[in-house]
T-cell receptor, first 114, second 110 residues
């Protein structure tokens, strides 16, 4: 099946710093990428949808100035958590959707903000 | 917007028995319904999917059925094994994104 990578897998940072998470589709071109946040024992919460070359569409309640998303190419999307705070600590997962419409998940990034 | 419900939230079955998880959705325009399996600490993995022009799809021990009229679809796992223990999420492709159900924690008891 299609492969989606995500980097880093884990990151620990100090409060106030920014963290960038990369999501790559390795063997297919992703027309759309999704970013999710998952709390322990809970479902995936969609944060934003990004299409290559255009601005991301954010879900209600997600601050676009805090969670910067860039989808510069058909194989790469980045999520930058700016001025991170402890409440931003979570598991962030990207999903890449190819031309067939099927979405595949990255392995996730566990962010811990001290 | 689309609303997806999933039942049950937890399910325990004896090894070898069948498990059924059901999801309901609200918008009849939704046309693609995948199921994901998520093991603890790992990414969700697509296990089976179905499109709105099909009523049933089967892949070995896993099957999905779709009732478009009633707006629900179900995951069926037969001859369950301990490695089937995981959290299962249904999803509905609505508009240009996926809406996920809250998940079902399946435990297969040896």
């Amino acid at each position: 099946g299609a492969v989606v990578s995500q980097h880093p897998s884990r990151v620990i940072c100090k409060s106030g710093t920014s963290v960038k998470i990369e999501c790559r589709s390795l063997d297919f071109q992703a027309t759309t990428m999704f970013w999710y946040r998952q709390f322990p024992k809970q479902s995936l919460m969609l944060m934003a949808t990004s299409n290559e070359g255009s601005k991301a569409t954010y879900e209600q309640g997600v601050e676009k100035d805090k969670f910067l998303i860039n989808h510069a190419s058909l194989t790469l999307s980045t999520l930058t958590v700016t001025s991170a705070h402890p409440e931003d600590s979570s598991f962030y997962i990207c999903s890449a959707q190819g031309a067939a419409g099927v979405a595949y998940f990255g392995p996730g990034t566990r962010l811990t903000v001290l | 917007g689309e609303n997806v419900e999933q039942h049950p939230s937890t399910l325990s079955v004896q090894e070898g028995d069948s498990a059924v998880i059901k999801c309901t959705y609200s918008d009849s325009a939704s046309n693609y319904f995948p199921w994901y399996k998520q093991e603890l600490g790992k990414r969700p993995q697509l296990i089976i999917d179905i499109r709105s022009n099909v009523g049933e799809k089967k892949d070995q021990r896993i099957a999905v059925t779709l009732n478009k009229t009633a707006k629900h679809f179900s995951l069926h796992i037969t001859e369950t094994q301990p490695e089937d223990s995981a959290v299962y999420f249904c999803a509905v492709y609505y508009g240009q994104n996926f809406v996920f159900g809250p998940g079902t924690r399946l435990s297969v008891l040896p």
